[in-house]
């Protein structure tokens, strides 16, 4: 068993790049690289290295082996992707760039040779398995919800991207509009439109302007069923 807190220290952004730049080669392995917003990138199976992200949010989307379109959202910190197995790259996936974005672009040899002698203990990769896995449970929750839980359920899972204002309300991230939501939580644009205005009567969120605001979480928590969530925040 693992303290959260000792993983997630070692794991964190800053100290990723610490252990890289210990490596005399390591301009010649990482580039830092800006990318607008907007921008779409396709990848195939082929892939030699991977992303670091300092600054704003990408959107990650794959096709699964059922043609089952999955979508994950990343911050400053994350790896879009870091495959544990070769097996695990998917044919085709897409990073979208929800906003201008910095990052560290990483050849996959140099950081394993370089995490061989800095992480003997695999802290990153134990850091990054234990994320997905509760991706892949969101995933699970939502896709039982119904249309209204869903977007419910979507704004909850957006806290930690957002900035937590006080203990109860939190500014969700500045990249939301309608159309990102009701995509994020598989419905209509007009059905998201139809359930945020009853949450704005409920004085529980503010989106009138960017950024957004959940002015209530505990409440918004309450009307989705706390046993329901896994720990989004």
């Not at 197995?85 to 929800?98: G, Q, T, W």
């Not at 704005?200 to 989705?224: C, G, H, N, Y």
């Amino acid at each position: 068993m693992y303290l959260k807190e000792t993983i997630d220290s070692f794991a964190s952004n800053a100290n990723i790049l610490k252990l890289l730049k210990k490596d005399a080669q390591f301009n010649h392995h990482c580039i830092e690289e800006m990318v607008s917003k907007g921008t779409e990138l396709i990848y195939n199976r082929d892939r030699e290295y991977f992303y670091l992200i300092e600054q704003g949010y990408v959107k990650y989307e794959y096709d699964g082996q059922l043609g089952r379109r999955f979508h994950f959202l990343f911050g400053p910190g994350s790896f879009p992707f870091l495959p544990i197995y070769e097996d695990d790259v998917p044919n085709i996936s897409k990073i979208e760039m929800l906003a201008d974005v910095r990052w560290w672009r990483v050849e996959f040899s140099f950081f394993k040779k370089v995490m061989r002698v800095e992480d003997p203990r695999n802290y990153i990769l134990l850091a990054y398995m234990a994320r997905t896995r509760r991706e892949l449970y969101a995933i699970t929750i939502q896709d039982r919800l119904n249309s209204q839980d869903r977007i419910y359920f979507s704004l909850l899972s957006l806290i930690d991207l957002g900035f937590r204002q006080k203990n109860n309300s939190v500014e969700l991230p500045i990249f939301l509009t309608y159309k990102r939501l009701a995509e994020f939580s598989n419905t209509s644009k007009g059905y998201t439109s139809k359930v945020l205005s009853e949450l704005r009567a409920k004085k529980i969120l503010i989106s009138s302007k960017k950024p957004w605001v959940i002015t209530d979480v505990e409440e918004l928590r309450r009307l989705l069923g706390a046993d329901q969530l896994p720990q989004l925040s």
